[in-house]
């Protein structure tokens, strides 16, 4: 018994080591050949490379290895990185959501590499072909306790996805000099995982558990890389464009007609290290903004999408924390149009990484001509803590002179993350200076997040002084709208932030997937003379079924001092200055997300300052893939002060697509917003004739809630990206 333990013994630790042996040794060899990009993979090469596969399962269970596998093959020829993947699926049927680029795979089937080039786990890259061969790509950055990704950033590569028989093939290159990496840090951070929408699971080639995001740079594989070249065979990648658009505003009787060429330019210095310049930028958005209806005593931000900011957009976005950030890159050129840019941006070294942007707008009526600069450097001092610093300067210009008129930011940030990826924290100061400013003008910030399957806790603490004045930032809790008095009041304050969430998992149940127990936020903001100016209590839970479809209760509840009058109906009549007490209940349920029609639903009621409001939601999906998808959103807020007034604001969007193929597309949203008294129509034509290189036909129509004419307008863009 005892001999046949130890030979139990030691196969176990044979394997253990043999399995620990094959993590250490992932790797992508160096080979001078190419392939052909079509899905195939007769080459001869993919039958020379190393497998990799035996994918965990993530969701809807994250226990075991994946019934379903893929295999995953790689190697690079010094230019371009070669994937190989073939999913087994059980079923000779697939499904996706769009053929539109840069959209969401959540609803496809689709295969996904996400790379940690630097293997710094701050930022790295997204690669995603859906089984209709189209592409997704973006970039993952870290945002204070966790990891954003965004689908603005693009570059060219090369992808083929085939059905062969109950296979989904894909083959990828991307190119190594559209990546930022260093040759003398020879280890990526790699993941794989693979989306089945069919059968609603997610599968998954590092482990890691679904408390965690599967884009988390923490639980990438380590693959060492053979022979990274020492510098990139195409170093410029140019592209002019050129805008020509009509617009009338019917109120004002004016027309305007123009014609805009621009330039934007990337030139690689380095394989880390990027510059970008813009000339005469055309920063016209194409696509718009989804509008939202703004209950709060404060402004909202939207997200950048301008491609010269997306290079690295982590190094600068990610200087602040949740609510006060010191740079927002949609504040510059909001007022006037910029002449040029220029941004050198990537790493110096494996473990130092600099941002550093300048830019210079046009003086426009009253605008006078601005400059916006910004350094950022980021070092990581050691596998477990990471620094950044930077300056953020906004001064008025006169030609190539600077006046007088500045607002600075200087800040630092120390990161913490532990060995077992249990613990973040994070720590910020940052000081304002303005030429007419010099006293209460500092931000301290601590926060700590903690993970564990089915546990989370996170507590900040956070205070921003009353002259803490970020022009290029957005800090909109420093901003009160006195609507008595009809001016705005600055003023600082502390908050206190916690959070707790307990959330069961039930692997072998035949209907439930997990049960959120409790999931428990407070936000305190404390006056400066130490008085509680608010406090709010968020208080969820959820059931959520094996098909992902769930039911969920919210529950809200504020008491607010409000020191200043406030009119959240627009009618004039001011809710005024006293302390509130106020709750809201919300119920929703949303359908499995695997289905040609998909719902959301949900119901609140309850109280409002000194009225009531009752609120119902609604989102309907139906997808006629691969031929269109259509989406409509519908939200409805009623709003009684009482003697202050009653008001019903409606929000409604209408989305249409219609795909001829994975190049063209025609996209319609419908927009109603009676709080902005705005109906938007905007419909837009897109062929993508060479990898990204595009062809826009936009008309856009706004209207009062009368449906009278306010403004209109049409554009034509081409661009044309050239990679020498």
């Not at 093939?169 to 040759?183: T, V």
């Not at 482990?207 to 060492?224: H, P």
Request: net charge positive; proline share 2%.
């Amino acid at each position: 018994m005892i001999n046949s333990f130890k030979n139990l013994f030691c196969f176990v630790i044979v394997i253990l080591s043999f399995t620990s042996l094959i993590a250490q040794n992932a790797n992508i060899k160096y080979v001078d050949t190419s392939v052909k990009i079509d899905g195939f993979f007769d080459e001869l090469i993919w039958t020379n490379l190393p497998e990799y596969t035996n994918f965990y399962n993530y969701l809807p269970s994250d226990i075991g290895l994946a019934d379903n596998q893929t295999s995953v093959k790689l190697f690079h020829n010094g230019e371009y990185l070669f994937i190989s993947a073939t999913y087994f699926d059980t079923t000779e049927k697939t499904k996706v959501s769009t053929l539109k680029r840069d959209t969401s795979i959540f609803l496809s089937d689709s295969f996904v590499m996400v790379i940690d080039t630097q293997n710094q786990e701050q930022n790295g890259y997204f690669f995603a072909v859906n089984s209709l061969g189209n592409q997704t790509d973006g970039l993952i950055g870290r945002v204070n306790g966790s990891y954003d990704l965004s689908f603005s950033w693009n570059t060219v590569w090369q992808s083929k996805a085939i059905l062969n028989g109950k296979k989904k093939q894909y083959e990828i290159a991307i190119p190594l000099k559209s990546l930022n990496f260093n040759n003398t840090n020879t280890t990526f951070g790699i993941q794989f995982y693979v989306r089945d929408i069919k059968n609603n699971s997610w599968t998954i080639f590092k482990n890691v558990k679904r408390n965690y995001a599967n884009l988390d740079l923490r639980f990438t594989e380590k693959f060492t890389i053979d022979k990274l070249p020492q510098k990139s065979n195409s170093k410029f990648t140019i592209t002019p464009s050129v805008t020509t658009s009509f617009a009338e505003d019917v109120f004002k009787r004016s027309k305007t007609t123009s014609f805009k060429p621009s330039l934007d330019v990337q030139y690689n210095l380095t394989s880390s290290l990027k510059l970008d310049v813009t000339v005469n930028p055309d920063f016209s958005q194409i696509d718009v903004d989804q509008q939202v209806t703004n209950l709060t005593r404060f402004a909202i931000n939207f997200p950048e999408r301008r491609n010269f900011f997306l290079e690295n957009a982590d190094l600068f976005s990610n200087l602040g924390v949740d609510g006060v950030n010191p740079f927002y890159s949609r504040r510059i050129g909001a007022n006037s149009d910029i002449k040029f840019g220029i941004k050198l941006s990537g790493n110096l070294s494996s473990k130092t990484r600099i941002g550093v942007l300048n830019v210079q707008t046009k003086k426009e009526g009253n605008n006078l001509p601005q400059n916006y600069g910004t350094l950022v450097a980021e070092h990581q001092l050691t596998k477990n803590f990471t620094s950044t610093a930077f300056v953020v300067n906004r001064q008025t210009t006169n030609n190539f002179s600077f006046i007088n008129d500045y607002n600075r930011v200087v800040g630092t940030n120390l990161n913490f993350k532990s060995t077992n990826n249990k613990w973040i924290a994070l720590i910020n100061y940052a000081k304002s200076l303005n030429n007419d400013v010099d006293n209460k003008n500092n931000l301290y910030n601590l926060g700590v997040w903690y993970n564990k399957r089915g546990l989370e806790w996170n507590f900040s603490l956070k205070k921003v002084e009353e002259n803490f004045l970020s022009d290029v930032g957005f800090t909109p809790r420093l901003y009160n709208f006195d609507a008595i008095n009809n001016k705005i009041v600055r003023e600082g304050y502390l908050q206190a932030n916690t959070g707790f969430e307990y959330q069961k998992f039930y692997e072998n149940s035949k209907n439930l997937n997990s049960v959120r127990y409790v999931n428990y936020k407070n936000n305190t903001y404390f006056n400066d003379d130490g008085s509680v100016n608010q406090v709010s209590h968020f208080l969820n839970s959820a059931v959520f079924f094996k098909d992902f479809s769930a039911v969920y209760y919210v529950l809200n509840y504020d008491e607010i001092d409000l020191k200043y009058g406030f009119d959240p109906l627009g009618n004039g009549n001011v809710i005024n200055p006293r302390k509130y007490n106020f709750a809201l209940l919300k119920v929703g349920y949303n359908s499995a997300n695997n289905q040609d029609f998909r719902y959301n639903v949900n119901f609140q009621k309850g109280a409002y300052y000194n009225g009531n409001r009752i609120s119902v939601g609604m989102y309907l999906n139906y997808q006629l893939l691969p031929f269109a998808n259509i989406e409509l959103s519908y939200n409805q807020d009623r709003i009684n002060l009482h003697q202050l007034g009653k008001e019903t604001f409606h929000l409604t969007r209408f989305t249409g697509e219609l795909f001829f193929n994975n190049r063209l597309n025609w996209t319609t949203y419908l927009q109603y917003n009676n709080q902005r008294d705005n109906f938007n129509i905007n419909t837009r034509l897109q062929w993508e004739y060479k990898p990204l290189s595009y062809v826009y036909l936009v008309v856009t129509d706004n209207l009062n809630k009368h449906l009278h004419r306010q403004n209109w307008g049409v554009a034509f863009k081409m661009n044309y990206r050239f990679d020498i």
